[in-house]
């Protein structure tokens, strides 16, 4: 049997003490120990994004993510981006239809948009590619994700 470990994390601006296998995936820690279940197991090999969380900044698929490689660093979940312009954004443009993927999207583009602020058509797509929705609302997803850049793109021009 693998000897347990505590460890702390910093999820969404709080320091959490978790008790875990050095083996256990940031997915499941944060879904079983610390019950923030809005990163969704999906493909678990990295593939859909369903998973996706921030940590330091860049977009991790926490499926295939150790949790102890999350030490030191910032995790930022679904539960962490609450009333953000891009979740308010999916909400009015309905870009969302079982939901299961919304919040892989959602983290996915509030990586973007801390990154890239005005992001071209082009980064915008790239960055699309990595989740996959299998209800098919991309045409919803781009909208929503567009608005938040033209309300952005205002706010920079004035």
């Not at 923030?36 to 969380?53: M, Y």
């Not at 797509?125 to 919803?140: F, P, V």
């Amino acid at each position: 049997m693998t000897e347990k470990i505590a460890i702390p994390l910093n999820v969404n601006g709080e320091i959490r003490e978790v008790v875990i296998r050095p083996a256990d995936t940031l997915l499941d820690v944060l879904r079983n120990e610390l019950s923030l279940t809005g990163a969704k197991p999906g493909c678990l090999n990295g593939d859909c994004g369903a998973c996706s969380v921030i940590v330091g900044g860049t977009v991790y698929k926490s499926c295939i993510m150790l949790a102890v490689e999350a030490i030191d660093s910032k995790i930022t979940t679904i539960e962490g981006l609450k009333n953000s312009p891009i979740q308010e954004a999916f909400i009015k443009h309905f870009a969302f239809q079982c939901g299961y993927c919304t919040p892989g999207f959602i983290i996915n583009i509030q990586a973007l948009l801390e990154k890239h602020p005005n992001p071209t058509y082009e980064t915008i797509k790239e960055w699309l590619s990595s989740n996959i929705c299998r209800c098919t609302s991309y045409e919803e997803i781009e909208g929503a994700v567009f608005s938040v850049v033209e309300k952005n793109r205002g706010r920079t021009s004035s």
